[in-house]
């Protein structure tokens, strides 16, 4: 059974920094893209970062250039977003997915072209 178990949320400042960590397990992710998209509330949710197997190739949403950094570790299977300098409209649930590809086509993706979904972690920045 495939897993992706996310973890890092809390509340913070604006201005603060967090650290999202997704864990993958279940199945060989090799070749597989990773990423994070966010779900503030009454909105859709949005991809904002994602990183290919290799790790030498990143994408990221406009809005998160500059703050948000995408990482990951195959040995650990595990993939990470640092956040730092963060605003209130980055308040949202983050989702960890995968998906068979590179990074830019993840972020290109449609919502239901993600292979793998974790269960969401929460990130609520107070002003």
């Known amino acids: 059974q495939v897993q992706l178990v996310e973890s890092g949320g809390g509340l913070v400042q604006a201005g603060g920094s967090l650290r999202l960590s997704c864990a993958a397990s279940?199945?060989?992710?090799?070749?597989?893209?990773m990423g994070w998209f966010r779900q503030a509330a009454g909105k859709e949710r949005q991809f904002v970062a994602a990183?290919?197997?290799?790790?030498?190739?990143?994408y990221y949403t406009d809005s998160v250039k500059g703050r948000l950094t995408i990482s990951r570790d195959n040995a650990k299977n595990t993939v990470y977003l640092q956040m730092n300098s963060l605003k209130p409209e980055d308040t949202a649930v983050y989702y960890c997915?995968?998906?068979?590809?590179?990074?830019?086509?993840?972020?290109?993706?449609?919502?239901?072209?993600?292979?793998?979904w974790g269960q969401g972690t929460q990130v609520t920045v107070s002003s």
């Open positions: 990183i290919n197997w290799s790790g030498e190739i990143t």
């Open positions: 279940g199945r060989s992710f090799g070749g597989y893209a």
């Open positions: 997915a995968a998906r068979l590809g590179t990074a830019q086509s993840m972020g290109l993706s449609s919502r239901g072209a993600i292979e793998y």
